[in-house]
């Protein structure tokens, strides 16, 4: 497996806790987050319980670099300790906590350690407090230098134009240990504050939670509906699940997520009634002061959503992805017609047939069927069509990265108008929408993904300069690059170094080469002619003919499978999937081209564009078929005589 790319040195601070275990769960799951110490603290549940807790979510999440797991305050600062177990349940899992006494031998000095990474890490680590400020502010009082050195604390605290939650007055965790939470306010740390204000704004709803977990839910997602279960449908009932410290651990992840103010704000110690108040200086005309904090007052929900279903819940969230897609999503709007109509003509056909299409889309839930786990960078209007997308994209378990719509009005969900031959054959007109808007910045949410033995896949149905950017970052950290140029369009010198393996059909070939290809042979020619111009390897596909590919040194041959084509719509993109999958498990070009011509041949015995072709249908095939092994295929610049036909 290749090296996971480290992301940033992490500390989280936590009083596990449901939604805390929600949290944990997403920092440990985050390529953004390197965590290196979750360090307890008595809170929602007393030390020992919240130590427990901690250790059993990394033992549910066992992530490759197990975090150091330390003990820290037992109790507030001034105060006796009250906890939340009427909320959280007795054993702060909802009940779901395993039985026993949880584990030994865990430090108790997870103050010190803190310090130290702060020390060590400085302007580079994230420090993320989930519970009473307690510890954090034992950290600054041991070393307040070292503290206010640090990257950044997100905190998940106080209610600044909102109410309490546990008095009229305090959010709870600082009202648990209000004397700390004004220290670290105060103490001019680089703080970003995540109140009730914008954790109230969210709610994982029950209907969406079963959604992303499926009926049958497994693994971590069956962890998450256990421990939401009794919050969700015991006593409170309360409608949809609160993500309070998992929108702090999403804002760490990405501070896109939150609109944001500067504010002074301190917290109430010393009255009875008010105590945990945290008071905002909201007055006009006020200076700003070195002490002030960064608070979140707006959520941009759907991506704080997207992030922890595709990351906490659902298939996809099993493995990190060996694929990932950059490209378009469209609503295909087919009609089945008699024949094709010529310029001028029109041609009544049966009713209109809505799916689910887009080269990108269709790319990605290839590989997905094809057994690897699968990333898909996309944008998506904010519209219906763009909602069924997403919903789509989760039960078919392939991990949407769909940016939000940023300022102003988002694009609609791109469509594609689809006609359809008797024989199988298509003509398509696309609106792009959203996709023309997928940016080269957009392709930023990659980091971490990609990595040797990983296989990034793209086509041109997003902007050329996202392709590029895309492909850029793909290769920088070590990726296999696939780049499959359709629709056909002329292509900048710069992308051909950056890509390795092409995959054109003939028209594209045709049009990047100004060669004919309407045989094998012509195909060879255009493959060794773009090896050419840069590309390391070209494979062009050749519908019923199968799939002539070279790397300028071989060129061969993989005929195609005879099978009853009924809807070629899509035949190239089930190729590409199943490519850059098997290549991503590990098999060479050649039985990856191969099991690509199989899958593809499969795909079109049956309509729609996003036909999933099972493992198993492949390998029968393969078995069967023809088109199982390559031949030479000679060119006629050579001389010789063409392919199998
Ligand atoms: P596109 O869908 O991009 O036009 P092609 O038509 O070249 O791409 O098809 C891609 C691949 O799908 C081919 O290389 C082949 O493996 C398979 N394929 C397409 N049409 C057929 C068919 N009629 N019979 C068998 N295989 C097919």
């Known amino acids: 497996m290749p090296a996971r790319p480290r992301g940033r040195p992490t500390i989280i601070d936590t009083d596990p806790g449901v939604d805390d275990a929600l949290a944990l769960m997403l920092a440990l799951r985050a390529p953004e987050l390197d965590v290196r110490l979750v360090s307890t603290v008595a809170g929602n549940v007393p030390l020992a319980r ?18 150091l797991l330390a003990r820290g305050h037992a109790r507030p600062l001034r105060r006796r300790l009250r906890t939340a177990t009427a909320v959280h349940g007795d054993d702060g899992l909802g009940g779901a906590a395993p039985l026993g006494r949880g584990p030994r031998g865990v430090p108790g000095d997870a103050v010190a350690r803190i310090v130290a990474l702060a020390r060590q890490h400085a302007g580079d680590l994230l420090v993320v407090a989930l519970g009473p400020l307690t510890n954090i502010a034992a950290a600054i009082e041991a070393d307040r230098r070292a503290m206010r050195g640090i990257g950044r604390l997100v905190v998940m605290g106080g209610a600044i134009r909102a109410p309490g939650n546990v008095t009229a007055a305090a959010e709870f965790n600082f009202w648990v240990d209000p004397e700390a939470a004004d220290r670290v306010l105060t103490a001019g740390l680089p703080t970003t504050l995540v109140p009730l204000d914008a954790t109230h704004q ?29 919050l969700l449908d015991g006593r409170f009932r309360v409608d949809g699940m609160p993500l309070h410290d998992p ?12 609109s944001t103010e500067r504010l002074a704000v301190r917290v109430e110690t010393a009255s009875t009634l008010c105590a945990g108040l945290s008071l905002a200086d909201l007055r006009t005309g006020r200076t700003a002061a070195p002490t002030d904090v960064t608070v979140a007052t707006g959520v941009d929900g759907e991506r704080v959503l997207e992030l922890l279903e595709s990351r906490v819940l659902g298939r996809c969230a099993r493995r990190a992805p060996t694929v990932v897609v950059v490209g378009s999503a469209n609503t295909d709007l087919a009609v089945r017609v008699p024949h094709l109509p010529v310029p001028g003509e029109t041609v009544h056909g049966a009713s209109l047939e809505t799916g689910f299409g887009g080269k990108g889309a269709n790319q990605a839930l290839a590989a997905s069927a094809a057994g690897a786990p699968t990333a898909f960078l996309a944008r998506l209007g904010s ?20 940016p939000g719509p940023g300022r102003g009005r988002a694009p609609p969900t791109g469509a594609a108008l689809i006609v359809v031959g008797p024989d199988g ?12 808007a ?25 902007p050329l300069p996202t392709v590029e950017a895309a492909l850029r970052l793909a290769r920088a950290a070590g990726a296999t690059t696939i780049l499959n140029p359709a629709p056909a369009a002329p292509l900048p010198a710069a992308i051909a170094p950056l890509v390795d393996i092409l995959v054109p059909n003939e028209v594209e070939a045709a049009a990047l080469t100004g060669l004919g290809v309407a045989d094998p042979r012509e195909a060879a020619a255009a493959a060794e002619a773009l090896v050419g111009r840069g590309f390391r390897q070209v494979a062009v596909t050749l519908g019923a003919r199968g799939v002539v590919w070279s790397d300028g040194v071989r060129t061969r041959r993989i005929p195609g499978h005879a099978v009853a084509a009924v809807d070629t719509t899509g035949a190239g993109d089930t190729f590409v999937g199943e490519l850059a999958a098997a290549l991503a498990a590990g098999l060479a070009l050649a039985q990856a081209l191969a099991r690509a011509n199989a899958a593809a041949a499969l795909a079109v015995t049956r309509p729609g564009a996003q036909v999933r072709v099972g493992r198993a249908a492949v390998d029968r095939l393969l078995a069967a078929g023809p088109g199982n092994r390559p031949t030479r295929a000679r060119t006629r610049r050579h001389g010789a005589q063409g392919g199998d036909d």
Do not use: F
């Open 438 to 462: 997928l940016s080269p910045r957009d392709c930023r949410l990659l980091t971490g993904r990609l990595g040797p033995g990983r296989v990034l896949v793209t086509q041109l149905e997003v």
């Open 247 to 258: 929108l702090a651990v999403a804002v760490a992840i990405d501070p896109s997520l939150v």
């Open 383 to 402: 519209d219906e069509r763009g909602d069924a997308y997403r919903a789509h994209l989760g039960r078919s378990g392939v991990e949407a990265i769909t």
């Open 202 to 230: 969210i709610r994982l709803p029950r209907a969406r939670l079963r959604d992303a977990a499926g009926r049958r839910p497994s693994g971590l997602a069956a962890r998450v509906v256990a421990i939401t279960r009794s």
């Open 425 to 436: 054959a298509n003509q398509i007109a696309v609106a792009p929408g959203a996709n023309a």
């Open 50 to 67: 919240a130590t427990a807790n901690a250790a059993t979510v990394l033992d549910w999440i066992d992530p490759p670099a197990r975090p």
